[in-house]
């Protein structure tokens, strides 16, 4: 055989070899992109959202599984997918444990938050079936590979590593190319309801409905995106729009008291366990269909900024000198104070909370430097956290001054949940302080009756969230005998608002018969306490005191500041005070990334998830109108954020 031939002869070889390598990656990224795209699929089915441009994702899948065509080793290249696939499958079973307890989803910045999540987290919330598909999908794929590699025969010819890097730039190029161009073509323009908005906003503020446009992969992608790439546009500070009402100034000089109920849901009002609480709602101002569902960090943060911002997590780790406040509204005039029984660094309270403009700020150890049983540094979140009641006690000489103006502004934790029958949990507590046997009593009165009747878990359950709540009313009622001895009740405003609904095993949901899917039935599920007290107040209202407008914790600091007669610039907040003749009944919740009012609900601002047997086309059309000016107030407020960075 001549030279040439043997050349020939040769080259064949390796040409047929090369083939070989093609075939055999091909055939373990087709499994990759096979179980890829069931976990995604998956995804989707549970968070009940259906991908518009899947084909943007299988792109992605193909860009990071090319780089199996620069392994010689079959065994090498199924390790790296298997990994991949791996991810897929915790991906798939965080969103899906998300969606169970919050309606919400995975994004990047709840990477700030994981320390936190992994103190409060609790096993229970975990959806046992779709963990078990995860794990039994990721062992089927893990077997089918093995048998595929176990009946691929191993090439005889070694390829140099830039043959393989050459086979990897054309598919990974290739891919890249096609995946930029779909990408600009998707996002290029974001248009709700005919009016454009910035991609940073489309992503961070309606993520659902990013995530269901862009894919899940594609979404991640498009987060990052909007953290590492900043806009070119040069922000401007919105106009001072002063508002005013027939109110203002109505409660000019008086002091305030604002609480924000962990947990703090209508159905433990009860005027035989809970009257001081009940007097409150009786007397003053009660908003009967104020709804929140957001974390607690979240309305704590409205409560005390009227705004949170949708960019990402920032603001906690940066210096931020931001003015509209309500604490650095009032700093000049009145003595600014926050108190929660935790530790400063749960929610990065010990930094936020001075960004805030709080001149003082009282958290675990400054409220009881003593040891105490349940504290180790932190809480074991059993449910054996100090009572209200007695935190309360130590909080009153920090929070009411006699001969200064104040606002104090107190976070409650002890009806935070779990509400377990065990001896980790403020049970013993409760009975020994009697609140059980107030419960029977009351129920035997017929003064009182637990929702869970008939079963027995979920009975007990109950009648602990209502001792919870019989702690908090002891509490409060201590706030008022201190006001009352210092005669300051007439000069101070009381407000009380609840941050999220009872969510702890599934309360919210248990109580209506409703699944997870079934979340958006906001007028069934996400109804929470606002009452505003005060005797003049009282008074003025006294013939119209019960509000029937849908309302929100974004009310509270634009209306306080209304009453208070503070000028405040509209751009400022996200509501305007619920005196104004302009103000927008809806709520936008951060956790669900939805707009939504009792009887609409959506997640994109133009289309619906929910609405209302009753609704009128009329309602639709104006609910979608003020959609439009809520995210249009939401991306000023973005804004806002930006350019007050110190």
Same mark, same amino acid.
Request: aromatic share 16%; charged share 20%; proline share 3%.
């Given at each position: 055989m001549d030279i040439s031939a043997k050349i020939k002869l040769v080259y064949v070889e390796r040409v047929k070899a090369m083939s070989g390598l093609i075939k055999q990656k091909i055939g373990l990224l087709s499994t990759y992109l096979l179980f890829g795209l069931i976990f995604e699929l998956l995804t989707f089915y549970n968070l009940g959202l259906t991908p518009t441009y899947l084909i943007l994702d299988i792109l992605i899948f193909l860009l990071v599984g090319s780089l199996i065509f620069l392994f010689q080793s079959n065994k090498v290249a199924f390790l790296y997918l298997m990994i991949l696939v791996g991810l897929l499958d915790v991906l798939f079973v965080t969103n899906v444990t998300m969606m169970k307890v919050f309606y919400d989803i995975f994004s990047f910045d709840k990477i700030f938050l994981i320390n936190l999540v992994d103190d409060v987290f609790d096993w229970r919330f975990i959806p046992l079936k779709d963990l078990f598909i995860g794990i039994m999908l990721l062992i089927v794929y893990v077997v089918l590979n093995i048998i595929y590699l176990y009946n691929t025969k191993p090439l005889k010819i070694t390829y140099s590593i830039v043959k393989r890097?050459?086979?990897?730039?054309?598919?990974?190029?290739?891919?890249?190319?096609?995946?930029?161009?779909?990408? *600009?073509?998707?996002? *290029?323009?974001? +248009?709700?309801?005919?009016?454009?908005?910035?991609?940073?906003?489309?992503?961070?503020?309606? *993520?659902?409905?990013?995530?269901?446009?862009?894919?899940?992969?594609?979404?991640?992608?498009?987060?990052?995106?909007?953290?590492?790439?900043?806009?070119?546009?040069?922000?401007?500070?919105?106009?001072?729009?002063?508002?005013?009402?027939?109110?203002?100034?109505? =409660?000019?000089?008086?002091?305030?008291?604002?609480?924000?109920?962990?947990?703090?849901?209508?159905?433990?009002?009860n005027e035989y366990l809970t009257?001081?609480?009940?007097?409150?709602?009786?007397?003053?101002? +009660?908003?009967?269909?104020?709804?929140?569902?957001? *974390?607690?960090?979240?309305?704590?943060?409205?409560?005390?900024?009227?705004?949170?911002?949708?960019?990402? +997590?920032?603001? =906690?780790?940066?210096n931020y000198n931001l003015p509209f406040t309500l604490p650095r509204i009032l700093n000049d005039k009145y003595v600014t104070s926050y108190f929660h029984d935790n530790n400063g660094e749960f929610y990065y309270r010990d930094v936020l909370l001075k960004q805030l403009g709080f001149e003082h700020i009282y958290?675990?150890?400054?409220?009881?430097?003593?040891?105490?049983p349940n504290w180790n540094g932190k809480w074991s979140w059993t449910g054996n956290y100090t009572l209200d009641s007695k935190t309360v006690e130590r909080i009153i000489p920090h929070m009411i001054k006699e001969d200064e103006l104040f606002y104090s502004f107190w976070t409650t934790l002890s009806m935070h949940g779990p509400y377990d029958d065990d001896e980790f949990s403020?049970?013993?507590?409760?009975?020994?302080?009697?609140?059980?046997?107030?419960?029977?009593?009351?129920?035997? =009165?017929?003064?009182?009756?637990?929702?869970?009747?008939?079963?027995?878990?979920?009975?007990?359950?109950?009648?602990?969230?209502?001792?919870?709540?019989?702690?908090?009313?002891?509490?409060?009622?201590?706030?008022?005998?201190? =006001?009352?001895?210092?005669?300051?009740?007439?000069?101070?405003?009381?407000?009380?608002?609840?941050?999220?609904?009872?969510y702890y095993h599934d309360f919210h949901l248990r109580l209506h018969d409703l699944t997870t899917q079934q979340s958006y039935r906001v007028d069934l599920l996400y109804d929470t306490i606002l009452y505003m007290w005060n005797p003049i107040l009282n008074e003025t209202f006294k013939d119209n005191r019960i509000i029937t407008t849908f309302t929100s914790p974004y009310i509270i600091v634009p209306t306080l500041l209304d009453l208070l007669g503070e000028e405040y610039g509209a751009n400022w907040y996200m509501s305007l005070s619920v005196f104004d003749k302009d103000y927008v009944p809806i709520f936008y919740s951060h956790q669900q990334n939805a707009l939504m009012t009792n009887r609409l609900y959506s997640i994109d601002g133009e289309t619906l998830i929910y609405q209302a047997d009753d609704v009128t086309e009329q309602e639709i059309e104006t609910?979608?109108?003020?959609?439009?000016?809520?995210?249009?107030?939401?991306?000023?407020?973005?804004?806002?954020?930006?350019?007050n960075q110190e």
């Amino acid at each position: 055989m001549d030279i040439s031939a043997k050349i020939k002869l040769v080259y064949v070889e390796r040409v047929k070899a090369m083939s070989g390598l093609i075939k055999q990656k091909i055939g373990l990224l087709s499994t990759y992109l096979l179980f890829g795209l069931i976990f995604e699929l998956l995804t989707f089915y549970n968070l009940g959202l259906t991908p518009t441009y899947l084909i943007l994702d299988i792109l992605i899948f193909l860009l990071v599984g090319s780089l199996i065509f620069l392994f010689q080793s079959n065994k090498v290249a199924f390790l790296y997918l298997m990994i991949l696939v791996g991810l897929l499958d915790v991906l798939f079973v965080t969103n899906v444990t998300m969606m169970k307890v919050f309606y919400d989803i995975f994004s990047f910045d709840k990477i700030f938050l994981i320390n936190l999540v992994d103190d409060v987290f609790d096993w229970r919330f975990i959806p046992l079936k779709d963990l078990f598909i995860g794990i039994m999908l990721l062992i089927v794929y893990v077997v089918l590979n093995i048998i595929y590699l176990y009946n691929t025969k191993p090439l005889k010819i070694t390829y140099s590593i830039v043959k393989r890097v050459q086979l990897f730039l054309i598919i990974f190029l290739g891919t890249l190319l096609i995946f930029i161009t779909g990408i *600009k073509v998707v996002s *290029k323009n974001i +248009y709700i309801n005919g009016v454009q908005f910035p991609d940073e906003l489309y992503v961070t503020s309606l *993520k659902k409905s990013a995530f269901q446009h862009y894919g899940m992969l594609t979404f991640y992608y498009k987060e990052i995106e909007t953290f590492l790439v900043e806009e070119n546009d040069e922000i401007e500070t919105p106009p001072l729009e002063l508002r005013k009402t027939d109110y203002y100034g109505l =409660l000019k000089g008086k002091n305030i008291i604002t609480i924000m109920i962990e947990s703090g849901q209508e159905m433990a009002i009860n005027e035989y366990l809970t009257p001081t609480l009940y007097r409150l709602r009786g007397e003053g101002l +009660y908003f009967a269909e104020n709804y929140s569902i957001n *974390k607690t960090n979240v309305s704590e943060h409205i409560g005390i900024v009227g705004s949170y911002p949708t960019i990402n +997590y920032a603001f =906690l780790i940066e210096n931020y000198n931001l003015p509209f406040t309500l604490p650095r509204i009032l700093n000049d005039k009145y003595v600014t104070s926050y108190f929660h029984d935790n530790n400063g660094e749960f929610y990065y309270r010990d930094v936020l909370l001075k960004q805030l403009g709080f001149e003082h700020i009282y958290l675990h150890d400054d409220l009881f430097p003593e040891n105490l049983p349940n504290w180790n540094g932190k809480w074991s979140w059993t449910g054996n956290y100090t009572l209200d009641s007695k935190t309360v006690e130590r909080i009153i000489p920090h929070m009411i001054k006699e001969d200064e103006l104040f606002y104090s502004f107190w976070t409650t934790l002890s009806m935070h949940g779990p509400y377990d029958d065990d001896e980790f949990s403020n049970r013993d507590t409760f009975i020994e302080l009697g609140y059980f046997d107030l419960i029977e009593e009351a129920e035997s =009165l017929g003064l009182w009756s637990n929702p869970f009747k008939g079963d027995a878990t979920g009975e007990f359950q109950f009648k602990y969230y209502q001792a919870a709540m019989m702690d908090l009313d002891v509490a409060v009622q201590k706030i008022i005998d201190a =006001l009352t001895e210092k005669s300051l009740l007439e000069d101070t405003i009381i407000i009380l608002y609840g941050d999220h609904q009872a969510y702890y095993h599934d309360f919210h949901l248990r109580l209506h018969d409703l699944t997870t899917q079934q979340s958006y039935r906001v007028d069934l599920l996400y109804d929470t306490i606002l009452y505003m007290w005060n005797p003049i107040l009282n008074e003025t209202f006294k013939d119209n005191r019960i509000i029937t407008t849908f309302t929100s914790p974004y009310i509270i600091v634009p209306t306080l500041l209304d009453l208070l007669g503070e000028e405040y610039g509209a751009n400022w907040y996200m509501s305007l005070s619920v005196f104004d003749k302009d103000y927008v009944p809806i709520f936008y919740s951060h956790q669900q990334n939805a707009l939504m009012t009792n009887r609409l609900y959506s997640i994109d601002g133009e289309t619906l998830i929910y609405q209302a047997d009753d609704v009128t086309e009329q309602e639709i059309e104006t609910f979608l109108q003020n959609s439009l000016i809520i995210l249009e107030r939401q991306n000023k407020i973005n804004k806002l954020y930006k350019i007050n960075q110190e």
